[in-house]
């Protein structure tokens, strides 16, 4: 199991951007590629952004692709998700988690954190 903490969310108006952030204690973080996901609700939870283990591959999901960026910096384990342009379709829960097998496969492994709440104002 990866611990992960995800933090960053918040209040903000529809063309706005907020930085969401995941950090993880486990020393074995920099080996697993990771994926951001979210969850409106009534709805499931959907595939946003992945990042594999060094950060040179990426991929998005086509609702946010040009708006947000995924990285991460291994000596602080952590990853990131640059959320720009936001609109209210972007309210969500966002949750982070390893994708052990990315590239190319974009399913989580079995653990979540408690997500942060991203709540877009038009």
């Known amino acids: 199991q990866v611990p992960l903490v995800e933090s960053g969310g918040g209040l903000v108006q529809a063309g706005g951007s907020l930085r969401l952030s995941c950090a993880s204690s486990a020393p074995t973080f920099s080996r697993y590629a990771m994926g951001w996901f979210r969850q409106a609700p009534g709805k499931e939870r959907e595939f946003v952004a992945a990042i594999n283990w060094n950060g040179a591959i990426t991929y998005y999901a086509d609702s946010v692709k040009g708006r947000f960026t995924i990285s991460r910096d291994n000596t602080k384990n952590t990853v990131y998700l640059q959320m720009n342009s936001l609109k209210p379709e972007d309210m969500a829960v966002y949750y982070c988690?390893?994708?052990?097998?990315?590239?190319?496969?974009?399913?989580?492994?079995?653990?979540w954190g408690q997500g942060t709440q991203v709540t877009v104002s038009s």
């Open positions: 988690n390893t994708l052990p097998r990315f590239p190319p496969d974009q399913r989580p492994g079995p653990y």
